[in-house]
């Protein structure tokens, strides 16, 4: 079992940038891929960028390339992720989500999820 709680969230100006944290608890094994989905209202939750904690290995959404950048030191310390040059369509409720292995930016592909940050993006 996994547990995972985010922080960070909060409300910025276009342009602006925000840090979202994601601690994990329980089986590190199972939480050795740990990824960050986006919902907007009225919209399906989306992959955003995944990390596999074993390698090091990093996958991002077309839509969030170059702005946004995912890291973990290590399985026992948080998935940070940097959000810059944020626009009005980044607005969503950010979801921590992990498993073992890194299969893609699919929900299916994790078992583990958080309650949700709300980020919200002013024009």
């Known amino acids: 079992q996994v547990q995972l709680v985010e922080s960070g969230g909060g409300s910025v100006q276009a342009g602006g940038s925000l840090r979202l944290s994601c601690a994990a608890s329980?089986?590190?094994?199972?939480?050795?891929?740990m990824g960050w989905f986006r919902q907007a209202p009225g919209k399906e939750r989306e992959g955003v960028a995944t990390?596999?904690?074993?390698?090091?290995?990093?996958y991002y959404a077309d839509s969030v390339k170059g702005r946004f950048t995912i890291s973990r030191d290590n399985a026992k310390n948080p998935v940070i992720l940097q959000m810059n040059g944020l626009k009005p369509e980044d607005t969503a409720m950010y979801y921590c989500?992990?498993?073992?292995?890194?299969?893609?930016?699919?929900?299916?592909?994790?078992?583990?999820w958080g309650q949700g940050t709300q980020v919200t993006v002013s024009s």
């Open positions: 989500a992990a498993d073992t292995l890194c299969r893609g930016l699919a929900m299916r592909n994790f078992r583990y």
């Open positions: 329980g089986s590190t094994y199972s939480s050795k891929c």
């Open positions: 990390i596999y904690t074993g390698g090091g290995s990093t």
